[in-house]
């Protein structure tokens, strides 16, 4: 893996936890936040809260466009939050 690389996955990871926990990264600027499958769902609060993530989000974090992740179940458990965060 280049530099480059590990530079933009790290980034990517920064804007996954920082759309589960606002305010807790301090996201590089000309940083923009995509499209992502907890925008307008219902669960969301309680995924931030209880850290909880679902299969749409996981799709999300490997990279996946919204038609992919967005035709896919969105029930949050905490063992997908622990298996994409280990946390």
Do not use: Q
């Not at 996955?9 to 499958?37: F, K, M, N, Q, Y």
């Not at 299969?55 to 466009?65: I, Q, R, T, V, Y």
């Amino acid at each position: 893996m280049t530099e480059a690389e590990i530079a933009e996955s790290v980034r990517e990871i920064a804007l996954c936890i920082e759309r589960l926990s606002p305010g807790t990264v301090v996201l590089p600027s000309g940083s923009e936040l995509e499209p992502a499958p907890c925008d307008g769902c219902w669960h969301a609060a309680r995924c931030r809260s209880e850290r909880l993530a679902c299969a749409a989000f996981a799709l999300f974090m490997d990279g996946a466009k919204p038609p992919r992740w967005s035709a896919v179940n969105r029930t949050p458990t905490r063992t997908r939050f622990t298996e994409l965060l280990g946390a």
